[in-house]
């Protein structure tokens, strides 16, 4: 089993900076990408950064200004850090992972518990 271990996030004041950081242990074949989504209320979960194996990364328009992402392929990690937050950043950020546990398996998707991050002053 892939479990996924999330740190970061609480209460960041208003133009503040937001750093994460997620890694991966148990056994896997490979992780092709990690990153983070977040989720508000009533709405469904959103990307906010992903980054594959070999490097590339897409982010969000709302966020692409404000964010990037780092990977850690031999530890199986990522690092989110977000400048200049808005209120409207106030999410619970989930870290995901897709994972191929074997050489035999199909890739599936593995979520982090979340944590929320509020901006507020």
């Known amino acids: 089993q892939v479990q996924l271990v999330e740190s970061g996030g609480g209460l960041v004041q208003p133009g503040g900076t937001l750093r994460l950081s997620c890694a991966a242990s148990?056994?896997?074949?490979?992780?092709?990408?990690m990153g983070w989504y977040r989720q508000t209320p009533g709405n469904e979960r959103e990307l906010v950064a992903t980054a594959t194996r070999g490097g590339s990364t897409r982010y969000a328009d709302s966020v692409k200004d404000r964010v990037t992402l780092a990977r850690d392929n031999a530890k199986n990690a990522v690092t989110l850090r977000m400048n200049a937050l808005k209120p409207e950043d106030t999410a619970v950020y989930y870290c995901?992972?897709?994972?191929?546990?074997?050489?035999?398996?199909?890739?599936?998707?593995?979520w982090g518990q979340g944590t929320q991050v509020t901006v507020s002053s």
């Open positions: 148990g056994s896997a074949y490979d992780i092709p990408t």
């Open positions: 995901h992972a897709r994972v191929i546990r074997t050489i035999f398996s199909q890739s599936a998707d593995y």
